[in-house]
């Protein structure tokens, strides 16, 4: 008997992309494929950049069960937010 998959359900290929797409998004990594070369695979990462990609996939995980995530937290590669030495906000662009 084959166990059937809810609406919500996502691919294979398609939880290989929301992957890429966290990780690009909140951590800046380009790729999750393996490359072989310590300075590829291994990356320097904030902590609020973890934090951001974690609420990401659980908001996912969320709305895969058909749920709705309680606010967005979402960052954009586009407006990363980050304090200077002064500890005064400043916005960079990717």
Same mark, same amino acid.
């Given at each position: 008997m084959s166990k059937k998959m809810s609406p919500t359900a996502l691919s294979p290929d398609e939880i290989e992309l929301l992957f890429e797409?966290?990780? !690009? =998004?909140?951590l800046f990594i380009e790729t999750l494929q393996t490359?072989?070369?310590?300075? !590829? =695979?291994?990356?320097?990462?904030?902590?609020?950049g973890v934090k951001s990609a974690l609420q990401a996939a659980f908001d996912a995980g969320l709305r895969a069960a058909g749920g709705t995530p309680k606010q967005p937290v979402h960052r954009s590669r586009k407006t990363n937010k980050t304090l200077s030495a002064n500890c005064s906000t400043?916005?960079?662009?990717a």
């Open positions: 797409s966290i990780a !690009l =998004d909140h490359r072989h070369r310590d300075s !590829l =695979d291994f990356h320097d990462v904030s902590v609020w400043a916005t960079l662009q």
